[in-house]
């Protein structure tokens, strides 16, 4: 579960829960944030990194691109 600048949870029965806080940024667009934070995390643990990894650099990925202004962004 995402929630913005509260950070990232993750539960699961079989593992470990996973709480990350919010990185704190000046936000200039939220736009995009969740599809930065999901592309991240599903390409994370395509190559095999373990959750709280592939959370921890979905949480930074994304963090960068709400402080980046929308005319800034790279495609």
């Known amino acids: 579960m995402t929630a913005g600048g509260d950070g990232v949870a993750y539960f699961e029965r079989s593992s470990p829960s996973v709480e990350l806080p919010g990185i704190k940024v000046v936000v200039e667009s939220s736009h995009g944030a969740g599809d930065a934070f999901v592309g991240t995390f ?4 395509a190559v095999g990194d373990p959750i709280d990894i592939a959370l921890s650099i979905a949480n930074r990925e994304a963090a960068k691109l709400v402080s980046t202004s929308e005319g800034q962004r790279q495609v």
């Open 42 to 45: 599903a390409a994370r643990m």
